[in-house]
């Protein structure tokens, strides 16, 4: 098949998926075009039967504002003329699956089918908007099939845009052959001394991922076990939570790594990942930290609870509740034979998601859908 694939080139896990599946189909002799306005962040070198096309945007002083949407629907519509492309995969609702309507709408009575994939925010948070409403209803009605990552997820497309259309759950998926626990001493012994713990979170500093709530863990967690935080990522709220542990007195015991191309060794450090989000539909960092063997303690949103097994991989408790997330980590931080048991438990539960089975999912949905 040839596919276009279309999705934001930077930090967020939607960029991640898109690029992983991209890279997966190549490998397994399909043609895949990524469509976007930058290099997708984890497609590094060549990669055969992958090409990059760029999204080119011209700047007349009249647009205040860019005009993407357009200039990426023109640029879908040249990539699919040249390259025969069977199906435009767009991943993140806001514009992709608008773009794609209107380059199928531009191609005329051609074959190409739209498959719009759900992450998250663009369902939960932007989408809701009412200046993006419609036009999201409307894209997502339009998109020959739509998958989205959990079934929280199909459920709330369903029900907050009264959507009634059929949705595949496919979930996020890990490399479990190149995300496995190998840590490299060097890497360690730069981050902690040999009896210190180490304690990981990864995102993009929105407001819905709580860091603060992160730091305020590790700050219970560290009045009990000899620990090190580190933070990995960047984004809105990173300087407020820098300042935080100057507040609290703990900036000697965080480290802040800003954005990170390659987070194994880190992850194979760690002895526990902290994911207190607001929001999580799925939640790709922590399923990328189990297949490292690091359990993980999370706020019971979203789609985490169809990931995280409570009391199995880690454990579970209710969004802001501080106290409950740090009594959790002491207890494993501070139990090693409990600790043993959930870290192989995480990695068996993240091989349930590993890259073969999801892709080979997402290439059935292909078929599936170029039949209707
Ligand atoms: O977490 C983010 O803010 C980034 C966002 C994205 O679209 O890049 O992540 C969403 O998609 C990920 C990949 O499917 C999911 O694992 C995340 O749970 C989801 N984030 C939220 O729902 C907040």
Do not use: W
């Not at 993407?68 to 699919?80: C, F, G, I, P, Q």
């Not at 309507?101 to 498959?115: C, P, Q, T």
């Not at 500093?205 to 590790?218: E, G, L, N, S, T």
């Not at 706020?299 to 991989?313: A, D, I, M, R, Y």
Request: hydrophobic content about 40%; proline content about 5%.
């Amino acid at each position: 098949m040839n596919i276009g694939i279309t999705c934001y080139p930077t930090y967020g896990g939607s960029g991640v998926v898109a690029t992983e599946l991209g890279i997966a189909l190549a490998e397994r002799g399909h043609c895949v075009h990524f469509i976007s306005y930058a290099l997708p962040m984890r497609l590094t070198g060549f990669t055969d039967n992958v090409v990059f096309h760029e999204v080119e945007m011209s700047n007349y002083p009249l647009f205040d504002f860019p005009l993407y949407t357009l200039a990426l629907a023109s640029k879908m519509v040249e990539t699919a003329k040249y390259e025969k492309i069977d199906i435009f995969h767009c991943h993140y609702a806001i514009p992709h699956a608008t773009s794609a309507f209107l380059a199928k709408e531009m191609l005329g009575n051609s074959d190409i089918k739209v498959i719009t994939t759900l992450h998250g925010t663009d369902i939960t948070l932007v989408g809701l908007e009412p200046s993006f409403l419609p036009v999201m209803k409307f894209s997502i009605e339009r998109s020959d099939g739509v998958t989205a990552v959990s079934r929280f997820l199909k459920e709330k497309t369903l029900t907050n845009y009264g959507i009634h259309k059929d949705i595949e759950v496919i979930p996020n998926f890990v490399d479990t052959r190149k995300y496995y626990r190998h840590p490299k001493e060097d890497v360690r012994s730069h981050f902690a001394s040999p009896d210190e713990k180490i304690v990981v979170h990864i995102s993009n500093f929105r407001p819905v991922k709580r860091v603060a709530d992160v730091i305020r863990i590790f700050d219970q967690v560290r009045q009990k076990v000899p620990s090190k935080l580190i933070v990995v990522g960047d984004g809105p709220d990173r300087s407020q939570c820098e300042v935080l542990t100057r507040e609290l007195g703990i900036h000697d015991h965080v480290r802040f790594l800003g954005k990170q191309t390659d987070v194994i060794h880190v992850l194979s450090t760690a002895h526990l990942f902290l994911m207190p989000s607001q929001s999580e539909s799925f939640g790709l960092s922590a399923l990328e930290a189990m297949a490292c063997g690091v359990p993980v303690v999370s706020s019971s949103v979203g789609g985490l609870p169809e990931l995280q097994l409570h009391g199995k991989t880690g454990f579970i408790a209710e969004i802001g509740d501080i106290d409950r997330m740090a009594k959790y980590s002491i207890d494993l931080l501070t139990n090693p034979s409990k600790h043993q048991l959930f870290s192989q438990a995480a990695r068996d539960r993240a091989v349930e998601f590993d890259a073969s089975s999801i892709v080979t999912q997402y290439e059935e949905y292909y078929k599936k859908v170029l039949q209707r």
